[in-house]
Every structure is written in structure tokens, then in C-alpha cells.
């Protein structure tokens, strides 16, 4: 998707939800989601081997408060409660997430907790979205944008 095609598709908060994204359309996310004002964050689990780890990188890259306690309640506490980075709305870039993808279990944890996230964000008309940048086929499963 071009960057003016993202502009009009990000602030629809209906439409948003968990989503993976080619290599190559990551930089024209960030500059639609600049050019709206969106918070942008994106978080590299490269580094993350299993659920612990994607917890505290989520923790530390969103920057949530010092409560925050690197589970799965505390997670769902802080995505559906900026109020630290107030915006328009919000846009997650998870990178490397092959491996929590492989392990299944955690990966549909989190996404879980994300969904969570966007339907209560949903519910206030704030676009609230999730791309998981695809370097390989592992992550074939989840839906792209037309």
C-alpha cells in the first residue's frame, strides 16, 4: 500500500486489527501514521526466545509505566491505557517475531491480548492497529491489506 492509501485507511478504527506487513511497506506505515499524528512504535522480538522476553520487550519499547508487570493482565492494563502517550491513535511494528510465531502457544497469547486491545479501543473510535513485519512465509497466517 502506498503511504496516501495508508493516510485514509489508518483512522478508520474499524477496520484495524492484527495484521502482517512485507518488509518492504514498513516505512511508508510510519510515514502515514506520522502524518496523522499516531503513535508509531516498533518493537524488535528478534532478541526475544520465548513469552517472557516479548513481555519486557513490549514493556520497555512502549515505554509503560513502572507498575507495568511484564504479564499477560499487565500487558492488557497498558495497551488499552496510553494515557502516558496520549494520540490519535496507535500503531504497533512487531519485527522478528519468527520465533514466538514457531512457538505457537505464546504467540496466540499475545495476539490475543492485542485483539483485546484493539476491540476496546475500537469501542471509542480510536484506531488502534497491529503489523507483524514479514521477512519470511512464517507468518503467512495472518491477513495482509489489500
Not at 506487513?21 to 499516531?38: I, K, M, N, T, Y
Request: glycine share 4%; proline share 5%; hydrophobic share 45%.
Amino acid at each position: 500500500m502506498t503511504p496516501e492509501q495508508l493516510h485514509a485507511l489508518l483512522p478508520q478504527a474499524k477496520l484495524a486489527g492484527i495484521y502482517q506487513l512485507p518488509s518492504d511497506g514498513v516505512e511508508a506505515l510510519r510515514q502515514a501514521a506520522e502524518s496523522l499524528d499516531l503513535a508509531c512504535f516498533t518493537i524488535d522480538f528478534s532478541e526475544s526466545g520465548d513469552l517472557t522476553a516479548v513481555l519486557k520487550a513490549l514493556g520497555d519499547e512502549l515505554e509503560f509505566p513502572e507498575w507495568y508487570g511484564a504479564n499477560l493482565d499487565a500487558l492488557n492494563d497498558c495497551l488499552t491505557d496510553f494515557s502516558w502517550n496520549e494520540a490519535p491513535g496507535y500503531v504497533l511494528i512487531l519485527s522478528g517475531a519468527d520465533t514466538l510465531h514457531a512457538l505457537r502457544k505464546p504467540f496466540v497469547k499475545i495476539n490475543r491480548v492485542l485483539d483485546n486491545a484493539i476491540l476496546e479501543w475500537r469501542e471509542q473510535d480510536i484506531s488502534f492497529w497491529v503489523f507483524y513485519e514479514r521477512r519470511t512465509d512464517n507468518l503467512a497466517d495472518l491477513p495482509t491489506l489489500a
